[in-house]
Structure formats: C-alpha cells, structure tokens
C-alpha cells in the first residue's frame, strides 16, 4: 500500500483512513472499511498486511482480510493488487523471521506482474516490492536499485508521494552501503522531507535515524534523539527500529 496523503479534495473517509494509518493505528483505520466492494477488501487487507511489518503482531487478521480481497477480486488489476499484497505478506513474514515463505513471496509478486502492466499506477508499487525481495531476501543488490529506480520513476509519473519517500529511502541506502554518503543523505532528507510534510508519523523515526547514519555530531545525536521520542510517542512502533535506536553498550572496565 502507498497512499498519497491528503488533499483538501479528499473523501472524509480517505481522509480519516489516512489519519490512522500515519499514527499506526492500522486496526482503526481497516475498521472503518467494509469488505463490500473489491478496493475495499483490499485497502482493508492492505493496512493489516502494513500492521504486520511494523508490529509484528495482526499475522491471522491480514492472512483473513487478504483472503476476502482475493476472493472479490474480478479483473485482472484487482486479482494483480491482491497478489503484490500477497507477496508482500510473505515477504513480512520471512524478514521478520516469523515463517520463512520467501518462494511464496517470489510467486505472488510475479503472478502479479504478469497481470499489472508496466505503466500502470500499481506497477509502480509492484516494482518496489520487487526490489526489497532483491535487496533483503536475495542479496541482489543491483537488481534492488533498477527496481527501486523503475519505481521511483512511477510514482513520480502517477504523483505518489509516499510511495516516493520509499524509494528515495531504499535507494539512498544502497547508495550508503557502497559508501556514497552524499548521496545517501541527499536520499534520506528527500526522503524525510516528504514523510514530515505528508504527516506521516509512523514513518519519520526511521527516516531520521537513517539520516542520522550519514551525519556528523551534533547533528546525529539530534537526530536520532528525535527518533526516540517519536517512537515512544507511537507506542514502540515500528517495533525493528527499538534495537537501532538502543542506546550504545559502554566499554567494559579493564583493569
């Protein structure tokens, strides 16, 4: 799921929906969207599938909402969508080490290329969870850049801004691990920018610490006590960032 935010023409219900989601309040926000119709369905699975990854908690609750979006789902978009939501479940799944279901992840994501065409607004999407499976499950990290790239493209051409703050953030931190700082924090500020001007709260803690990593002291150090603070403020989510910001070991005493 991306999502473009709000706008001042937005329906109250997108808009409310919107709210929740970038607080983390994911099971609030899917209860406000009954399963009566295809998008729907799936918007509502896509939030429980979302809550899994940054919670680690909700795995039963999405596995059922995304069986109610594949069941209503009729053209070819709507059963490719509930595919990439498919695979990006068993993608949550593997990362977090909860059940390795990498080839399930592999299949659903390109059953779901095979069905969204390149060009589509969805494709864009599509592609960047085609490069996370490259990067953190297959360790192809050239492979992860050009399908970060093609997303990036998309959600420039379709104006998806948060889809957009994903990008600018993953490829930064290809960039980083190859030891192109300025690059990498030209991605992560991008990358925040967005995420502070959208409201998206759930995602600003991890967007500051990994600016953080490309900066110098003090700056760093503020940085990353922003991020604490954010993340106590949401309630410890998304749970994976608690062990980036732990607070260093100190040496032990020699004697």
């Given at each position: 799921?991306?999502?473009?935010?709000?706008?001042?023409?937005?329906?109250?219900?997108?808009?409310?929906?919107?709210?929740?989601?970038?607080?983390?309040?994911?099971?609030?926000?899917?209860?406000?969207?009954?399963?009566?119709?295809?998008?729907?369905?799936?918007?509502?699975?896509?939030?429980?599938?979302?809550?899994?990854?940054?919670t680690?908690?909700?795995?039963?609750e999405?596995?059922?909402?995304?069986?109610?979006?594949?069941a209503?789902a009729?053209?070819?978009?709507?059963?490719?969508?509930?595919?990439?939501?498919?695979?990006?479940?068993?993608?949550?799944?593997?990362?977090?080490?909860?059940?390795?279901?990498?080839?399930?992840?592999?299949?659903?994501?390109?059953r779901?290329?095979?069905l969204?065409?390149?060009?589509?607004?969805?494709?864009?999407?599509?592609?960047?969870?085609?490069?996370?499976l490259a990067?953190?499950?297959t360790?192809a990290?050239?492979?992860?850049?050009?399908?970060?790239?093609?997303?990036?493209?998309?959600?420039?051409?379709?104006?998806?801004?948060?889809?957009?703050?994903?990008?600018?953030?993953?490829?930064?931190?290809?960039?980083?691990?190859?030891?192109e700082?300025a690059?990498a924090?030209?991605?992560?500020?991008?990358?925040?920018?967005?995420?502070?001007?959208?409201?998206?709260?759930?995602?600003?803690?991890?967007?500051?610490?990994?600016?953080?990593?490309?900066?110098?002291?003090?700056?760093?150090?503020?940085?990353?006590?922003e991020?604490?603070?954010?993340?106590?403020?949401l309630?410890?989510?998304?749970?994976?960032?608690?062990?980036?910001?732990?607070?260093?070991?100190?040496?032990?005493?020699?004697?």
């Amino acid at each position: 799921m991306s999502g473009n935010g709000t706008t001042a023409g937005d329906d109250p219900l997108q808009t409310a929906v919107w709210r929740l989601r970038s607080r983390g309040c994911w099971a609030d926000a899917a209860a406000l969207l009954l399963p009566s119709t295809p998008a729907a369905a799936l918007q509502r699975a896509s939030l429980l599938v979302e809550r899994c990854l940054y919670t680690e908690q909700g795995w039963e609750e999405a596995e059922d909402a995304l069986r109610t979006a594949e069941a209503m789902a009729h053209s070819d978009d709507e059963r490719g969508a509930a595919a990439c939501e498919r695979g990006y479940l068993a993608y949550a799944a593997t990362l977090l080490a909860v059940r390795d279901r990498a080839d399930e992840a592999r299949a659903a994501l390109g059953r779901a290329a095979a069905l969204v065409p390149p060009g589509a607004p969805a494709r864009a999407l599509l592609d960047f969870r085609r490069g996370l499976l490259a990067e953190n499950l297959t360790s192809a990290p050239q492979a992860a850049r050009a399908a970060y790239r093609r997303a990036h493209a998309g959600a420039t051409a379709h104006s998806d801004p948060l889809l957009l703050s994903f990008t600018w953030r993953h490829l930064a931190g290809l960039a980083l691990r190859e030891g192109e700082l300025a690059e990498a924090r030209h991605g992560f500020a991008e990358s925040l920018r967005i995420r502070e001007e959208l409201g998206y709260l759930v995602g600003t803690a991890p967007a500051l610490v990994s600016l953080a990593d490309t900066e110098t002291e003090p700056e760093a150090s503020r940085l990353r006590e922003e991020a604490r603070r954010l993340f106590r403020l949401l309630g410890g989510v998304p749970t994976w960032l608690a062990r980036q910001l732990a607070p260093p070991v100190p040496p032990a005493a020699t004697a």
